[in-house]
């Protein structure tokens, strides 16, 4: 770990923050409660760019895609990927909605178990000495050990005093999955940073909740329903979820992630491949959004909606909501799984 300590400042403004231990510009401004604007913390959404005005600083991914090579000869980086290595003075427009409310913490927890959810979906326990402290539908990043990268994983449980961090993640083949899936050995140390994320329930909303899920994007989206079965404040809010695979092999027993409640949330299970359909499937085929203008039986502008999965099934929705039914991009709350 490096322990050097520097100082970043925002120009014209009173922002400054320190930053050490290794951490990029994002995280030391987010553990410090900065409200520097980002999504995904990972070099692929490109919305934590700002401007290197003096100073230096190490590119932890160079060829992240959520930059531009003319961007970068302009003085642009990524505040994910930028750990600086000299004080510096930045040009960002931090924002209250980007404030977190949980501050995030570096700290070890160990690996407790695994369980599969559907053919390459596992659910992944691991627990920490302290709480686990999280809104309902955020991630962490995740270090491996001998991996010298982490990934954003998102919690599909909810806070609890016991710090229990439960992670439901699909095997990709790639590097943190491989490690996940093939070496991991339960009482194993792994490094976990967080929360972050800013697709989190939001219990005050007064809407009823449709919850649309990808893939691995399950995750986020079962914390988010169990968090509004537990609220008080969302006890008259209806659930819809609709899910979508490529296959049945991809569908969960979603009795076994919510259980007593499931009579409260409307299930909706969509296959994109119809060469997969098998006797006895009862969904529907076509890709999860198709469904939504038949499935809901109220203008879409009336609901509040919480999407998770790859970007282009998110980049498909968000038109469909916002540009064919004028949904306010406000009360559409997603995170892209780059
Ligand atoms: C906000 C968010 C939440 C997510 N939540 C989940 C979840 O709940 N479940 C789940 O299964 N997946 C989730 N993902 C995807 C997950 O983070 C990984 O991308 C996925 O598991 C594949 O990782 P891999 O290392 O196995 O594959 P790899 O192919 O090795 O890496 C895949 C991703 O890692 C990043 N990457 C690649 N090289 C570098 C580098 N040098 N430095 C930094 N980053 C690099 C890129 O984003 C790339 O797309 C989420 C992603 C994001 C952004």
Redesign the pocket.
Known sequence: MNHENFSVKIADSAVEFRCCDGDSVLQAGLRAGVGLPY???????GSCKFELLEGEVAD??P???GIREKERARGKRLAC?SVPVSDCIVRMRPGDEFKPKVLPARFAVRFLGVEPVTRD?ARFRFSDSGRALFLPGQ?ALLRLPG?G????????NLANDAGEWE??????????????FDVLKVGDEVHLDGP??LAYLRENEHRDLVCIAG??????IVSIIRGALASKACDERAIQLFYGGRGPADMPSFADWLPAEEGRVRVHRAISDPVLVEAGWTGEVCFVHELLPAKLERPLHEYAFYL?GPPPMIEKVVRLLVAEHRVPQSLIHY????
């Open positions: 999504e995904c913390n990972a070099g692929g959404c932890t991914w060829d992240a895609p990927q979906i991630y991996t990268t982490a990934r954003a994983y998102s919690m599909s992670f439901m993640i699909r095997r990709t083949g790639g590097v943190a999955t491989t490690k996940l972050y994320g893939g691995s994007g399950l995750a986020p998770a995170d892209r799984f780059f």
